[in-house]
């Protein structure tokens, strides 16, 4: 069997929660503290309540995105598609103020 195989083993690492709790547990770490967000006291499943961790702001910026759609108008295809034939219909029933090519052509054609 190899020697020094296995890492040193710490008996008294100290856990401390944000909600304040704190235990003495066993590991790996060399350390003396580590900090962590959430615990037994405060998890939503073992308190039956929910709590919202957000650590790197994820709800706050999905919140904001929300606000933003809100205030943004949304139009279904259907009412671009009505807007857009009834532009269409407008451009076609208004006589054109400039000439195209074809018509030029054609005047053309017709004063020779």
Known sequence: ????????YNNELKITCSCGNSFITGSTLMEES??????SKCHPFYTGEQKIVDTD????????????????????????????RAKME?????????LSL???????KISK
């Open 90 to 98: 407008q451009m076609s029933s208004s006589p054109a103020t400039a």
């Open 102 to 108: 074809r018509d030029m052509l054609a005047n053309a």
């Open 34 to 39: 580590v900090s962590v967000d959430i615990c």
């Open 1 to 8: 069997m190899k020697k020094d195989l296995h890492p040193k």
């Open 57 to 84: 702001n994820v709800v706050r910026k999905f919140e904001e995105r929300l606000e933003k759609s809100k205030k943004m108008s949304f139009t279904s295809k259907k009412e671009k598609m009505a807007r857009r």
